[in-house]
């Protein structure tokens, strides 16, 4: 289910481009005319060929008078149409000038394939439908290119036989590749680890990625998706959160992080039990470790996070105090150069 909102407002950004499409075409066509007259009478030839070429093969009494009709037609309209491309490029315009600029070929731009939609209008879609939510600011700025290792340490970390590096190379890469394979056959993530260590940016990048890939993706803070709930509850609001249910990749950032009641229990449960019914995957970020959702979770829940999502450890120290340090001491640096 797509929000109906986001649905009105891409077929107006179909209809806004076709508009678009056509004057630019209009008026390349009198650009083309006031320089090299000779192109209209090639149109006009063109208009008209095709509907005497109908009348004649309508007329034709045999079959082969018929088939002679159609073929003597399409030999000269693409003689003319030769003639029409030789002008444009004696007059110094590009050999498509005159052709419509479609951004999407498959549907030229009508964004369905008969009554399918296409795959350009459900990324549209998906853009659309995210730009409705909050965290779109931060995902501008979280992407697999932006990714900075340097921040972790080098040391290998004898609990685990490798150094935070390592372990974060191997992160993302991994994440890199669930995001650039992502099918709704995609497992479910549990990114867990200490705060400051890239999750939040790690979830944001896959999400930037899979909606670009045209997928519909939902991300919303742990908290966010609670008080939604409550307020759909206690303020008999008209919401059923289908779209919570329903989106091809949901991303709960900050797991552990919200007020703990036995609703917010029920909800969080409810989704992600939902999700695996329907076989829909869900990325969770979340501080604790999966023992700590064992403790902190009722059983169902932790049962169901930790049989059906695939763990992600993310190790190091805190990137965040690490950036901010770096910045005082660039800082510092620059005022005593500058005394
Ligand atoms: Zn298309």
């Given amino acids: 289910m797509y929000n109906a909102e986001a649905y009105k407002a891409v077929l107006a950004k179909y209809e806004a481009r076709r508009i678009r499409r056509e004057r630019e075409l209009e008026e390349n066509r009198k650009k083309a005319i006031t320089s090299v007259p000779q192109i209209e009478t090639i149109d006009a030839e063109l208009a008209s060929l095709a509907s005497a ?157 899979v909606i670009d890939r045209g997928f519909y993706v939902l991300y919303e803070s742990c908290q966010n998706i609670l008080t939604r709930m409550e307020n759909a509850k206690f303020k008999n609001l008209n919401d059923d959160f289908s779209d919570l249910l ?42 604790l470790t999966p023992d700590e959702i064992s403790e902190s979770y009722h059983e169902r829940i932790g049962s169901r996070i930790l049989g059906e999502y695939t763990t992600v450890m993310f190790l190091g120290t805190d990137v965040r105090l690490q950036k901010l340090a770096r910045a005082s001491k660039k800082k510092k640096n620059k005022e005593k150069t500058e005394r």
């Fill in 246 to 287: 329903s989106c091809e990749l949901l991303i709960i950032d900050d797991l552990g992080a919200e007020f703990k009641t036995q609703f917010s229990e029920s909800c969080i449960y409810n989704i992600i039990n939902s999700r695996i019914i329907s076989k829909l995957p869900t990325v969770i970020s979340t501080n």
């Fill in 53 to 209: 070429a109908v009348l004649k093969a309508m007329s034709s009494e045999t079959e082969k008078a018929k088939k002679k009709a159609i073929k003597e037609f399409k030999e000269r309209s693409v003689e003319l149409q030769a003639q029409k491309i030789e002008l444009l490029v004696t007059g110094g315009f590009s050999t498509d000038f005159l052709d419509e600029k479609f951004q999407c070929k498959k549907c030229q731009d009508k964004g369905f394939i008969g009554t399918k939609m296409c795959d350009c209008f459900r990324k549209e879609l998906n853009r659309e439908c995210y730009g409705r939510t909050k965290l779109a600011s931060i995902i501008d700025d979280c992407t697999f290119k932006s990714f900075d290792l340097s921040f972790y340490d080098d040391e290998p970390i004898a609990e685990y036989g490798r150094s935070a590096k390592e372990n974060m190379k191997r992160v993302y890469d991994y994440c890199r590749e669930y995001a650039a394979s992502f099918t709704t056959a995609s497992p479910n993530l549990l990114l867990t680890g200490q705060p400051g260590l890239g999750k939040t940016f790690l979830s944001s990048a896959i999400a930037r990625e």
